[in-house]
């Protein structure tokens, strides 16, 4: 009884470190700029408030004015030309203006060039996290190798295991692939 409990116990920590990895792809997908304004560019964007290091994100209202028009309007009018220099640190290749109350950002239309950088970018992020979920299924394959050889469970639950931990596996590269073809597509449209 406490064998099934420690099996499924392993297989749930194996699960959910597949859904955080997918989770964080998604996440870094949702960074990547794709010729639209998007306000999640600015989710890292930390600026010096009153000496203390304070995301954007929890100072201003960021809305997207047009297609590639980011507008961030500051709650404390002070703190105008803090934020303006923590975006230019961000280096995030738009320059912003401000005009005295809000601060516009205006993404340039990328390039072909540039669409097929970023392309390789999101390729990479995925290729990064299948190498981190393949890591996953290795460790979970070691605890139960190890049940195995503790005679917890035999050589056929074992091997059944083994083919629950790769289904598992194969559904979430399945999704990483959806998720990466479907920003690809994303960037390449004009």
């Given at each position: 009884?406490?064998d099934?409990?420690?099996?499924?116990?392993?297989?749930?920590?194996?699960?959910g470190?597949?859904?955080?990895?997918?989770?964080?792809?998604?996440?870094?997908?949702?960074?990547?700029?794709?010729?639209?304004?998007?306000?999640?560019?600015?989710?890292?964007?930390m600026?010096?408030?009153?000496?203390?290091?304070?995301?954007l994100n929890?100072?201003?209202?960021?809305?997207?004015q047009e297609?590639?028009?980011?507008?961030?309007?500051v709650?404390?009018q002070?703190?105008?030309?803090?934020?303006e220099?923590?975006?230019?640190?961000?280096?995030?290749?738009?320059?912003?203006?401000?005009?005295?109350?809000?601060?516009?950002l205006?993404?340039?239309?990328?390039?072909?060039?540039?669409?097929?950088?970023?392309?390789?970018?999101?390729?990479?992020?995925?290729?990064?996290?299948?190498?981190?979920?393949?890591?996953?299924r290795?460790?979970?394959?070691?605890m139960y190798?190890?049940?195995?050889?503790?005679n917890?469970?035999?050589?056929?639950?074992?091997?059944?295991?083994?083919d629950?931990?790769?289904?598992?596996?194969?559904k979430?590269?399945?999704?990483c692939?959806?998720?990466?073809?479907?920003?690809?597509k994303?960037v390449m449209?004009?």
């Amino acid at each position: 009884m406490q064998d099934e409990a420690m099996v499924k116990d392993v297989m749930e920590g194996y699960e959910g470190d597949l859904k955080k990895a997918h989770d964080h792809l998604l996440n870094e997908y949702q960074m990547i700029r794709a010729g639209r304004a998007n306000p999640h560019i600015l989710d890292r964007v930390m600026v010096d408030y009153y000496g203390a290091m304070t995301p954007l994100n929890q100072m201003a209202n960021i809305q997207v004015q047009e297609a590639r028009v980011l507008a961030i309007n500051v709650w404390d009018q002070s703190q105008l030309k803090n934020v303006e220099k923590a975006i230019q640190l961000a280096d995030l290749g738009v320059q912003p203006t401000d005009d005295g109350k809000i601060i516009r950002l205006v993404f340039p239309a990328l390039t072909e060039e540039r669409r097929k950088e970023i392309v390789k970018q999101v390729k990479k992020l995925c290729e990064e996290t299948k190498v981190t979920m393949r890591s996953a299924r290795r460790d979970c394959l070691d605890m139960y190798k190890q049940m195995k050889k503790d005679n917890s469970i035999s050589e056929d639950e074992y091997n059944n295991l083994e083919d629950d931990v790769q289904k598992l596996q194969d559904k979430y590269i399945s999704m990483c692939d959806s998720s990466s073809e479907a920003k690809e597509k994303e960037v390449m449209e004009i």
